[in-house]
């Protein structure tokens, strides 16, 4: 059962660390510092490992620190040049533009996301988030908890 559990959970989204058994679930409030930074959240790889993107952060707001939630909620910030790996999962999720503009590609079509833009991302749907601009382009995503392991793919 565990191995299957672990097999489930995706390495890449949340570094393969289960949540901490000392922590309760227990109402937590994140203080906005400015700049798309809470107190108490780190900043994360967006995975460890991989040459198929570049110049991207994480920082896990809720579903990494002992939550019983069905969700996660993330903020990335993609800064200038940068880009997601181009993959597909059986996963969906909903991608909110909140800092500045990227674009996103689902399936062939690409999209030029700007503020509070959202896309939701169906099942086995091949997807790159990118930023060609300047500024950083910073988005919330929203996963379920529990979820595959991306599949990434060459372009």
Not at 41 to 46: A, G, N, R, T
Not at 91 to 114: A, D, F, Q, S, Y
Not at 126 to 144: A, K, R, T
């Amino acid at each position: 059962m565990a191995k299957e559990r672990a097999a489930e959970i995706s390495t890449c989204e949340i570094n393969g660390k289960k949540p901490s058994p000392k922590r309760s679930n227990k109402t937590v409030f994140y203080k906005h510092k400015g700049d798309f930074r809470w107190g108490r959240v780190k900043d994360e790889l967006y995975k460890d490992k991989g040459a198929e993107w570049s110049n991207i952060i994480r920082r896990v707001l809720i579903g990494g620190h002992g939550e019983t939630t069905k969700f996660h909620l993330r903020y990335f910030e993609i800064l200038s040049n940068g880009n997601s790996s181009l993959e597909l999962h059986r996963h969906e999720h909903v991608v909110i533009c909140v800092k500045g503009k990227g674009v996103v590609l689902t399936g062939r079509r690409k999209r030029t996301m700007g503020f509070m833009d959202t896309v939701y991302i169906s099942p086995n749907t091949v997807h790159q988030l990118s930023n060609p601009y300047q500024e950083p382009f910073g988005f919330f995503c929203i996963v379920n908890s529990r979820r595959d392991r991306p599949r990434v793919l060459q372009k």
